[in-house]
Nanobody, 116 residues
Framework: QVQLVESGGGLVQAGGSLRLSCAAS????????MGWYRQAPGKQRELVAR???????NYVDSVKGRFTISRDTAKNTVYLQMNSLKFEDTAVYYC??????????WGQGTQVTVSS
């Protein structure tokens, strides 16, 4: 079983920055991809960014050029650097991990609030 621990959310003014971290632990042989979803009140959960085992990255259009996902493979940890934050980035951010021979694991969620 894979466990995820997130950190780094909080309150920030528009234009500011935050960095989210997500550490995976457990009997992990290999990770296919990890990333972040977010869900704002009254909206569906959406994929924000993900990084694959080969280091490839994908972003939702609304965050391209502002957010950067990275990883520390040795620590099974991914990071989401969020710059130039906007009010509409306010949401609960959920880390996920898709590891070989494991169901997708989810973090507990971390609140990001951007004040306008």
């Amino acid at each position: 079983q894979v466990q995820l621990v997130e950190s780094g959310g909080g309150l920030v003014q528009a234009g500011g920055s935050l960095r989210l971290s997500c550490a995976a632990s457990g009997s992990i042989f290999s990770i296919n991809h990890m990333g972040w979803y977010r869900q704002a009140p009254g909206k569906q959960r959406e994929l924000v960014a993900r990084i694959t085992s080969s280091g490839g990255t994908n972003y939702v259009d609304s965050v391209k050029g502002r957010f950067t996902i990275s990883r520390d493979t040795a620590k099974n940890t991914v990071y989401l650097q969020m710059n130039s934050l906007k009010f509409e980035d306010t949401a609960v951010y959920y880390c996920y991990c898709n590891a070989v021979q494991h169901p997708t694991a989810w973090g507990q969620g971390t609140q990001v609030t951007v004040s306008s």
